[in-house]
């Protein structure tokens, strides 16, 4: 046996790397399943202010109401600390999840029973416990192509079969739908639900169409696939008529995902699920097993917000200035990008889905972007396939308009660039 | 076929169960294995104020600086509301991890790397990402017996097998470990890491010697067993000498798990992992596959506070505080316990364990404790196994002391009666 390195340099020695191999050992199957995340890998850059970052979908704050918020903390703590810094239940506060049941009839969910939801630590929290509790490892779920890259890394996590439906300008494809079915059932996969992000998906901001929404719950009623519908930026709509979320026509087949972190703030991480009475317990069971309470102080701070703020105003306020940064965004690409560029016009949301033509690898184009100083994420995110994407995803929520602009105006030629090249070819 | 109930009474109807069954199918394998918590089950009991509840282990706030904290959680979001609402690294705050540095020193765990450490919802969601991590389905870890109902769930969520591992009053036995470990090796098992809490064990209050410490670490390291230190209780130490954490001498063996839940406060659901480097990003990711990142404001507020309020005084007070109560609670034994029960007598903590005649099942016993207004958590919540236990847990972290020594006499005839009968049989 020879030393690989002294361990006074720092480096390695053979012993460690042994220790590391046979901890390795150790490991579980899904372990190795679990990715870093496209949108973390830009992350750090995004925080370079010389780089515009159309990446990251991060809420804009700077309209909320701090102090009165501050005032509300401050208030909480020193008035119900006992109760907001102690232990709470497993399922949440009975006022917060009352609360609840109002924002969510504000978009049309009626009815709901406060003891079917569960708080949950985000509602990535409550998509992690959907899978922990349906999912056995080679199961499949269906999703949107492209889907939320967060969900497809907790999908891969519990080693699911994460198949993509096609989508076109009015969402999930019924037709389409109705075929992979039909194939992978002929194929043996045991497939649990459907993961849809109805509203303004992201990253593509495209809304599913009203008429398709009933055509969709059928197939999944029929075929017994539940749905897990998240619903984080219906609230944010901003022109176009509200369209019914599929758990108020379908309450006994939906799972609903809810979020504080788009209407307020992501930085309490508080969402909610809305589970049929007959699957409740279960799932509440998984979600206590995973951190025994959501956080009681930020669950009370939520509540005392909700009654003492007008938080509808603030959603209207939210949805003009989201509104007005991505009619911006929409006008600098109108204006700057070539001819071969096509994108969509959501009516609502934090995101622009960009789509070159096909050859082109956007995930190839993201240094140079970097280069001309701009930030945006490689549509292969936000496929469960690895394989390459003419797509690109635009973020306009956290950037102010003349950036969003000056953006847009440094992509334009990268992308010019690209199609004169694949064109070549 | 024929109707099972009108769906006008509110009764399921025949379709309703038609659905149950149907969803049924699609739950995974794992969700069968997830139980209701004994503790949970008790938890509506202990808010009846006609009881004295010896059953939860929630931590004693009313020492807490609650003018002070207030007024940090204002200046908070009034001055830094855009970073402490907004979403945070994955891994938590750097400034909160180089605090947490700090606090592990007190106890002679030195030299952390701050990139090693990854801050969870609470150290209940580290729990849940190690099983993620190691644990496949059928693989097996060790624990004490007793141990946490908390990880049990979390096993059990995960289809693993926990092997209790007999222990006394110095805490595991490292004679038994080694045959437990020689047997299931025997029986193909694979075992990937032994759970322990070392310091005034929950439920018994039991803290393992430092002598044994070495031995039990050296077993694993020649087995490669990785060691999951769970610590929550280390700093609330009121007599006998401070022993050194396992992860303090095995730094590349130990995964160490913190908690600001007993020292500070569990309602902001703070805890951490300090991961060996080697293993630290499969384990950063799945934590941040769950829930994106911790909460920003509860990191930033636990911050402020390290910062800014004496917490060393304040862990001190809790110290002296939980001492007055634990001799409370020894002293009510002692004088009112018939002579054939005994129990822990513990140097830090939130628990006393209570050992009746064999042949007496607590569980059976929960129903005539609260018939003599007092409630405890019978002795097989805490073990893997099913079976009856002559144990059960008393809790003195919660309740004043007079109230303890009333709670303990309510008690006593409840078990003098237990053994008398247990005797003539």
Chains 1, 2 share one sequence.
Not at 271 to 283: D, E, S, T
Request: proline share 6%.
């Amino acid at each position: 046996m020879t030393h690989i390195a002294d361990s006074a340099t720092g480096n390695p020695t053979e012993a460690d790397l042994d220790r590391a191999e046979r901890h390795a050992a150790l490991f579980s199957e899904r372990a190795s399943h679990i990715k870093q995340s496209a949108v973390r890998d830009v992350f750090e850059l995004s925080l370079d202010p010389s780089l515009v970052s159309l990446a990251g979908g991060n809420p804009y704050l700077q309209s909320l109401p701090l102090e009165k918020l501050g005032s509300m903390a401050s208030d909480l703590i020193r008035e119900e600390g006992m109760t907001a810094l102690q232990y709470g239940s497993g399922q949440g506060t009975a006022t917060l999840r009352a609360q609840i049941c109002e924002v969510m009839a504000e978009e049309g969910i009626t009815g709901v029973d406060p003891d079917n939801i569960v708080i949950t630590t985000g509602s990535q929290a409550a998509q992690d416990v959907a899978c922990k509790v349906f999912c056995d490892p080679g199961d499949t779920v269906l999703c949107e192509d492209p889907t939320y890259v967060g969900a497809l890394n907790t999908f891969e996590a519990y080693q699911v079969n994460a198949e993509p439906i096609p989508t076109d300008e009015h969402g999930l494809i019924p037709s389409a739908l109705r075929l992979r079915i039909a194939e992978l059932r002929q194929a043996g996969a045991r497939i649990k639900f459907l993961y849809t992000i109805p509203n303004f998906n992201n990253p593509s901001g495209i809304t599913l169409a009203a008429e398709r929404r009933a055509e969709i719950a059928e197939i999944c009623i029929i075929e017994n696939i539940l749905i897990l519908e998240d619903n984080p930026y219906g609230m944010l709509r901003y022109s176009g008529e509200a369209i019914r979320p599929l758990r108020a026509d379908y309450p006994e087949h939906v799972i609903y995902m809810g979020s504080f972190s788009k209407i307020l703030a992501p930085g309490l991480r508080i969402g909610w699920a809305v589970v049929p009475a007959h699957l409740f317990r279960r799932f509440y069971l998984a979600a206590e097993a995973v951190t025994l309470c959501p956080a009681t102080f930020n669950q009370m701070l939520i509540s005392k917000y909700l009654q003492e703020h007008d938080w509808r105003g603030q959603i209207q306020t939210y949805r003009e200035l989201y509104a007005a940064r991505c009619e911006a965004m929409l006008e600098a690409l109108d204006e700057y990008m070539p001819k071969a560029v096509s994108y969509t016009r959501p009516e609502g949301g934090f995101f622009i889905w960009v789509t070159l033509p096909e050859g082109i690898d956007t995930y190839l184009l993201l240094s140079k972007g970097i280069e001309s100083g701009v930030v945006f994420i490689p549509g292969a995110a936000f496929s469960p396939h690895d394989g390459p994407s003419h797509r690109l995803r635009l973020a306009f929520s956290a950037v102010p308009e003349e950036k969003i602009r000056e953006g847009v105006k440094r992509l334009a030629p990268v992308l010019a660039a690209a199609i004169a090249e694949n064109g070549v070819r």
